[in-house]
């Protein structure tokens, strides 16, 4: 049987997707389940002055009105100070009657029936002091020093004062919201002082954490179960307002609640991309060094946490340069808390480094690719370490051979087709490459079947996939025989999905712990009386194909693993692993790399932009799965062009409302906007990162791509877009 390892293997997990029996947070079947409404806020600022939930309770079905004056108050999660201890809003529900965004949950309503929640919560008169919100960042006072993020080598101002070619130029990304179609829910239910809680969370074992801690409950007595998740691209990282609500609903009314989060408050209370003002000053030399990089960002936060969604590493690391500084500094506005979203710091930081150097380039009428080339980092000068394994130079001669770069006419307008005019552009891309700690535990079946299990989870990924693909490699087990047990926190604890980690941390951990099962095998083959292996070394023996053997014959010879633990009358031979990063690891750089290559038709007689090809070369450690590698990808690539073209996150001044909080008016790319699109991986194994040299690369298709989308829009129209989204206004004006 051929390695599953590298092939475009099915996802384990499609058939009950598609049969509907996949079963997601507020699918649960549960037992007399009551429904809250969480009421939101309809300021901006200020305070609660009065709360008069009379006329809600008397209404038919409610069971119960919630708010800060007659709720029990909640704890804050560790957050800095403890691993795994990290909340969306580290700000507990019903803290105080302070209201510090628009939507911000200020009660709470438990009813028999969704409708007659949603009723009742209408019916919750709330007086508010109200404040004018500080909504933009014009609006706010300047950002003191420390900045929240820096960093320097050389010195940049005195570099960029004496280069001989210099760009001064700034960018901007709007505020985006991930709106994944599951939107996020939790399912509460109490037996006795025991917490279940079925939700829709990116990390199994951090929700457990945050709310043992923010309950103050022993973490023995919650369990957190997610099987399967509508998405997040890191929206359901950390725990939100929502969660802590259908616990105390719950525990209030004695019987189980569920919650959802609807769709318009998903622009509010579950986080968001924050907003980013760059400023690049970049000096070069008449060939197109470059000799200074000066990279300075604003965004906002919260008025109740610190985000900072970090530009500043992509500026330390992905360019040769001897004199680099990067500042960012945060502002607290009226808003709800940012979180990461796919790509975080790096897909924003990208549009302005990547824009900016292509600027640089037409200033010096060099070609967009030859600069990035001379400009090539050999080691990753931020830190002195040399890349654990880069291949970026191959990705981007792949990507101009296969896109047929030389093509190119750097004329402003001059490539047509038809009645089109064409505009062709490129960027890089990159995304770190991490390894934690997961623990893993694989159980060989007597019935020839194996099960795989840890308290990670698949946010629709391929993570289910992934150990099946491991367990068969080193057992010979096939796919289709391998169950996959995740998202549950009384599994061994394993990561969160997010920083694309998650496949790198959990491979040496299933390895060992496969290995380890093998092993119990091979030690019960040599013990056990009648085995045809009795009394044989257990070290002279393999199983491949499910079969043990000895070492020096074909597994035809052997006996099925099954058929050992049979002799012993043994259910199973078990095999547990904790693994955390190689300590090798920190004497080097572990990124991953790629180039995007797009093509955009212009139509100036009724102003309309079109991508018609892109084409994606990535250097990201090995693939495991073929089929899930590329669909990660290709997601990215159109995530990119709808933030490019479509995305942004719209605040009414007076209140700071999210006024195009739905699908209808926050725009996505949707099918008609992409065309086909590409992907190549170079697939070389990154031996520094252990079993198998695979990174992750949830992410790194996103970086980048608006910025090869509006150098391609500036090839073809002459205008150079340096804020999101494009505009038509942008280009007619």
């Known amino acids: 049987m051929a390695s599953p390892i590298g092939q475009a293997v099915t996802r384990i997990d499609g058939k009950l997707k598609v049969s509907g029996g996949a079963r997601y947070a507020v699918d649960h079947p549960v037992e007399n389940v009551a429904y809250g409404f969480g009421v939101p806020s309809t300021i901006g600022n200020g305070r609660i002055a009065a709360i008069d939930s009379t006329e809600a309770e008397r209404m038919p079905g409610v069971l119960a009105v919630l708010h800060h004056g007659n709720t029990e108050k909640l704890f804050r999660p560790a957050n800095a100070f403890e691993e795994s201890s990290r909340a969306g809003e580290s700000r507990p529900p019903f803290e105080d009657d302070t ?46 020093d420390p900045p929240n993020a820096k960093y320097t ?39 006795k002082e025991k917490l279940t ?57 004695g019987r189980p609640v569920k919650i959802y989060v609807q769709r318009s408050l998903m622009f509010t209370t579950v986080g968001h991309r924050p907003l980013t003002q760059q400023h690049l000053q970049l000096g070069a030399t008449p060939d197109g060094k470059l000799v200074s990089m000066r990279h300075e960002i604003l965004q906002p936060t919260s008025m109740v946490d610190d985000y900072v969604e970090n530009c500043v590493e992509a500026t330390s690391m992905l360019y040769s340069c001897p004199n680099v500084t990067g500042i960012q500094h945060i502002v607290h506005l009226n808003i709800g808390t940012p979180t990461p979203m796919r790509g975080p710091g790096r897909t924003p930081s990208l549009f302005g480094i990547e824009s900016a150097l292509d600027e640089l380039a037409v200033k010096l009428n060099m070609d967009p690719l030859e600069i990035r080339l001379r400009n090539y980092a050999e080691q990753d000068e931020s830190s002195g370490k040399p890349w654990s394994s880069k291949h970026l130079r191959e990705a981007y001669q792949t990507g101009a051979d296969k896109f047929g770069w030389s093509k190119r006419n750097p004329k402003v307008g001059s490539m047509t087709k038809g009645d089109l005019i064409l505009g062709w552009g490129m960027a890089t891309c990159t995304w770190p490459a991490s390894r ?20 990670t989870q698949d946010i629709g990924t391929g993570t289910y996939t992934i150990f099946a693909e491991v367990v068969s490699d080193k057992t010979g087990i096939p796919v289709d025989k391998i169950e996959v047990v995740l998202g549950d926190s009384s599994l061994p604890p394993g990561p969160t999905s997010g920083g694309s980690s998650a496949t790198s941390t959990v491979l040496p951990a299933i390895v060992k712990a496969a290995q380890a099962a093998v092993d119990v095998v091979l030690l019960v083959a040599s013990r056990t009386a009648n085995s045809p292996f009795q009394n ?8 491949t194909q499910g079969r043990v053997h000895a070492q020096d014959k074909s597994p035809e010879s052997g006996v099925p693993f099954q058929d050992i633990l049979a002799l012993r009358r043994m259910a199973g031979a078990d095999g547990q692993a904790r693994t955390a990063a190689d300590p090798d690891q920190k004497n080097y750089s572990t990124h991953s790399f790629g180039a995007h290559f797009c093509e955009i038709s212009w139509d100036p007689g009724i102003a309309r932009i079109r991508v018609t090809r892109w084409l994606t070369v990535i250097d990201g450690g090995r693939m495991i799965n073929a089929k899930t590698a590329r669909n990660q990808i290709l997601g990215g690539v159109v995530m990119g062009i709808g933030m490019g073209l479509f ?64 150098s391609a829009v500036y090839h073809a129209t ?9 505009r038509i206004e942008q280009l007619i004006a």
């Not at 929700?207 to 043992?212: A, D, E, K, L």
């Not at 997961?438 to 194996?450: Q, S, Y």
């Not at 044989?536 to 199983?543: E, F, G």
């Not at 002459?718 to 494009?726: A, D, E, M, W």
């Open 436 to 455: 934690h700690n997961a623990e893993v535990h694989v159980r060989l079946l007597a019935d020839g079947t194996a099960r795989a299990s840890c308290a």
């Open 99 to 144: 209201v510090y965004y628009y939507g911000q949950f200020v009660a709470l309503v438990v009813a028999e029936t969704l409708e007659q929640a949603q009723a009742a919560g209408a019916n919750v008169k709330i007086q508010y002091e109200a404040k004018p919100p500080l909504v933009y960042l014009n609006e706010a006072p300047a950002p003191s």
């Open 197 to 253: 809680l079925y939700e829709s969370t990116q990390g199994v074992v951090n929700h457990h954490h945050v709310m043992s801690e923010m309950l103050a409950m022993p973490l023995h007595k919650i369990e957190v179960l997610a099987p399967f998740i509508g998405s997040g691209f890191g929206s359901k990282l950390f725990p939100w307002p929502h969660s802590l609500l259908a616990a105390i609903g719950a525990r209030h009314v």
């Open 153 to 191: 080598r050389g010195d940049a101002d005195a570099a960029y004062a004496q280069a001989p070619v210099k760009l001064d130029a700034s960018y901007t990304t709007p505020t985006e919201t991930h709106n994944a179609m599951e939107m996020h829910g939790t399912i509460a239910v109490w037996e």
């Open 718 to 726: 002459g205008v150079r877009v340096r804020k999101l989204p494009i």
């Open 536 to 543: 044989v070394d257990p070290k002279t023996l393999r199983m």
């Open 647 to 710: 995305e942004e996150t719209v605040y009414l001044a007076s209140n700071a409302h999210p006024i195009n909080n739905n699908y209808a008016d926050y725009l996505v790319s949707v099918n008609r906007d992409i065309p086909q699109l590409d992907c190549i991986f170079l697939d070389y194994p990154d031996n520094v990162m252990g079993d198998y040299g695979a990174r992750g690369i949830g992410e790194i298709g996103l970086t980048g791509c608006a910025s090869a989308l509006t």
